[in-house]
């Protein structure tokens, strides 16, 4: 198999000797059927199965979780149809690395061999040089493979995507992190050193990253052990696996996106889970009384006015106390959100009133309520027939406040729960008024 930095390294992992490969390279799959958790790509009716079955690849974008089996995947693709191998990482290298490898490939595609491009990394490729394999890909000289962590929708161009099929890998499940660790022993020829509790603490340890876990059970053969490690003494041993989590990608979108719907369908254990998620793995916890203070307005609003003033007295006690005792302030507004009756009725309003404003900006408000700072304007009527409500009986005057060539508008439309119920009320008892003003105002 061809290698972009054949030249700059001394060995290939498969030319090392054995006992200074990793594990996980080790054990690295030799056909398509041994590649585990991944099924619904790699087996007959996946996407995947199909192709090798036809003998003809095209290029795709393997998307999902690190150590879910990409580079093993697009290895045994190449073997699988007969197609030369590169691999580069998008991290190492650049245009010129990349001019050479297409030039190669020219080559080898006249003599009749095709090549498959593996990319790792590939959304590490800023927007210019996504677009250089344009060419390539769309000519045939290259089927190309790129594998990423990150959502393609998000990293990848549009006209990459559209010559390029996106497959999901899934995080490996139990079942395959068990089928991973029973193949570590088979090649290690003994039992890992674990009690069954602390196997199944090890496997949840791993979160779904079968690289992670084989170095975990590396790292348990590789150190003596007299009796079996329990949970207790596994976890004095081994770290779990850090919480994949970037601030500005997807997984925090995704994380932020479940809390606020979690809070929506009034599910506090769901809320509070998704909030821990994100504290703990290192989340802004500003951002998030931000986006707590947001939802406060958007989706209770006026069914209960204290959600507003539950969310910013956490964001002015966590300004005071810090991490972690000012947590349990934003823990506090998350419940009182989550519990609290919703309506969206304030926001709706707001959309509304925003498109009428859009399109009757121009419009100027009856006289009656227009200021009259001067003598000119008081004389041409500005101010002219207002009439102060709390002189009117019942503080009510039932004045028109509209413009005259709009008619009156209904933006804002009571929920009936919570303390909207009452806002209902009220909103009918003075609609009730203003159409008694209006007959008396047409009799007389």
Request: glycine share 8%.
């Amino acid at each position: 198999m061809a290698d972009l930095f054949a030249e700059d390294t001394p060995a290939l992992a498969s030319e090392a000797p054995a006992e200074h490969v990793p594990l996980a390279d080790r054990l690295r799959p030799a056909r398509l059927d041994d590649v585990v958790g991944q099924e619904h790509l790699t087996g007959p009716d996946g996407a995947i199965g199909r192709m090798v079955a036809a003998g003809k690849l095209s290029s795709m974008i393997l998307w999902g979780p690190p150590g879910t089996g990409k580079t093993s995947i697009a290895r045994l693709l190449a073997d699988a149809v007969g197609l030369r191998f590169v691999a580069i990482s998008a991290v190492f290298s650049g245009v010129a690395d990349l001019k050479k490898l297409f030039a190669d490939a020219r080559e080898a595609a006249r003599a009749g061999q095709r090549t498959l491009l593996f990319v790792d990394e590939i959304h590490r490729f800023n927007r210019a040089q996504q677009d250089g394999f344009l060419p390539y890909v769309e000519d045939g000289t290259v089927t190309l493979v790129g594998a990423t962590t990150e959502n393609p929708s998000f990293e990848l161009n549009a006209a990459l995507l559209s010559r390029a099929q996106v497959l999901i890998l899934r995080r490996l499940d139990e079942a395959a992190l068990d089928a991973l660790i029973a193949r570590a022993e088979d090649e290690a020829g003994q039992p890992l050193p674990v009690t069954a509790d602390a196997r199944a603490a090890l496997v949840a340890s791993a979160d779904g990253d079968g690289r992670f876990l084989l170095n975990q059970v590396e790292t348990l053969f590789d150190i003596a052990i007299d009796e079996p490690l329990d949970p207790a003494g596994l976890a004095a041993l081994l770290h779990r696996r850090v919480a994949v989590y970037d601030k500005d990608r997807e997984g925090h979108y995704n994380l932020i996106s479940a809390l606020h719907k979690s809070l929506r369908g009034s599910d506090p254990q769901a809320a509070l889970y998704y909030l821990a998620r994100m504290l703990t793995a290192g989340e802004e916890p500003l951002y998030v009384l931000r986006r707590l203070v947001r939802f406060a307005s958007e989706d209770i609003g006026l069914a209960d006015p204290q959600a507003l003033v539950q969310c910013l007295a956490a964001k002015d006690s966590y300004d005071f106390l810090g991490s972690p005792e000012g947590e349990l302030a934003i823990v506090q507004a998350c419940l009182y959100c989550a519990t609290a009756p919703k309506s969206n009725a304030a926001y709706v309003a707001q959309k509304a009133a925003w498109r009428s404003a859009k399109e009757t900006g121009s419009l100027m408000p009856p006289m009656n309520i227009v200021n009259a700072p001067t003598k000119l304007m008081k004389q041409v009527g500005y101010g002219k027939g207002y009439q102060y409500d709390h002189d009117a009986e019942e503080g009510f005057s039932g004045a028109n406040y509209w413009p005259e060539e709009l008619s009156p508008q209904t933006f804002y439309e009571p929920s009936g729960r919570g303390f909207e119920a009452k806002i209902a009320e009220r909103l009918q008892f003075w609609d009730g008024k203003r159409r008694e003003r209006a007959k008396e105002q047409g009799e007389g």
